[in-house]
C-alpha cells in the first residue's frame, strides 16, 4: 500500500496563510487530490490531480507537489474553513491520509 | 445538482451480511464509474473498491479479501455493496461516490480511468456487534 502521511493538527488565525502537508510512501507522480470534511457533513473534493480547483471551489485553496511531496494552501484562511482535510492518492489503487485537522485560533 | 442517498446500514452481528444501496440522481448514472469509502470510528477513511459504468468490471481493495460486492442497476440508477462474513472492524460509515476520471489512450483507443471521489452521498452506518 502506499502510506499517506498528514499532521495531525494545526492552529492559524484568520486571515493568515496555511500549508498542509501530505507525504507519500512512494511516488505518486501528480495523482493526488485533496478533501475537506466538516464535522457530521461527508468529505468534499477541494483539489484533484495536485493542482486543480474543483467546481465551485473558492481560489483560496490552492494544490501543488509531485513525486512524493504535496501541498494543499489556503490563503487567506477564514473561519468556515475549520475543518479536517485529507489527501488522497489513485496511482496505486486509492488510499487516504490520516487527514490534518484545522482549528482558527 | 448530484445526489447519492446510501440507505440499508444497521447493526449486525458478526459474521451476519447485510446490502447497502445508493440511489443517484441529477446526471446521467450509466456515465460513470461509482465507489464505495468507508469511515471508521477514528475517522480515516478507507477506499472499498469500485465498479465500471456498466457493471463489467470490478476492482476492490486487498484488504476486503473476497467479503464484499459491489454492483450496480442502471435502470434504477443505483449502486449496491453486498457485506458478508462482516466483522468488527467493518464497523464504520459507509460512502457512496461518483469518480472523477481522466482520459487515456491505449490499446487503440480512449478510456475513462477514474482517479477522484468527485461526489458523496451522507453516507450509512454500519455497526458490527454482537
Known amino acids: 500500500d502506499t502510506v499517506l502521511t498528514q499532521s495531525p493538527a494545526l492552529a492559524v488565525s484568520p486571515g493568515e496563510r496555511v500549508s498542509i502537508s501530505c507525504r507519500a510512501s512512494?511516488?505518486?507522480?501528480?495523482?493526488m487530490h485533496w478533501y475537506q470534511q466538516k464535522p457530521g457533513q461527508q468529505p468534499k473534493l477541494l483539489i484533484y490531480?495536485?493542482?486543480n480547483l474543483a467546481s465551485g471551489v473558492p481560489a483560496r485553496f490552492s494544490g501543488s507537489g509531485s513525486g512524493t511531496d504535496f501541498t494543499l494552501t489556503i490563503d487567506p484562511v477564514e473561519a468556515d474553513d475549520t475543518a479536517t482535510y485529507f489527501c488522497?492518492?489513485?496511482?496505486?489503487?486509492?488510499?487516504f491520509g490520516g487527514g490534518t485537522k484545522l482549528e482558527l485560533k | 445538482e448530484v445526489q447519492l442517498v446510501e440507505s440499508g446500514g444497521s447493526l449486525v452481528q458478526p459474521g451476519g451480511s447485510l446490502k447497502l444501496s445508493c440511489v443517484a440522481s441529477g446526471f446521467t448514472f450509466s456515465n460513470y464509474w461509482m465507489d464505495w469509502v468507508r469511515q471508521t470510528p477514528g475517522k480515516s477513511l478507507e477506499w472499498i473498491g469500485e465498479?465500471?459504468?456498466?457493471?463489467?468490471?470490478?476492482n476492490y481493495a486487498p484488504s476486503i479479501k473476497d467479503r464484499f460486492t459491489i454492483s450496480r442497476d442502471n435502470a434504477k440508477s443505483t449502486l449496491y455493496l453486498q457485506m458478508s462474513n462482516v466483522k468488527s472492524d467493518d464497523t464504520a460509515i459507509y460512502y457512496c461516490?461518483?469518480?472523477?476520471?481522466?482520459?487515456?489512450?491505449?490499446?487503440?483507443?480512449?478510456?475513462?480511468?477514474?482517479?477522484?471521489?468527485?461526489?458523496w452521498g451522507q453516507g450509512t452506518l454500519v455497526t458490527v456487534s454482537s
Open positions: 461516490t461518483r469518480m472523477g476520471s481522466l482520459l487515456y489512450y491505449y490499446d487503440g483507443y480512449y478510456h475513462n480511468v477514474p482517479n477522484w471521489f468527485a461526489y
Open positions: 512512494e511516488g505518486v507522480n501528480s495523482y
Open positions: 490531480k495536485a493542482s
Open positions: 465498479i465500471n459504468t456498466d457493471g463489467s468490471k470490478t
Open positions: 488522497q492518492q489513485s496511482w496505486n489503487d486509492r488510499t
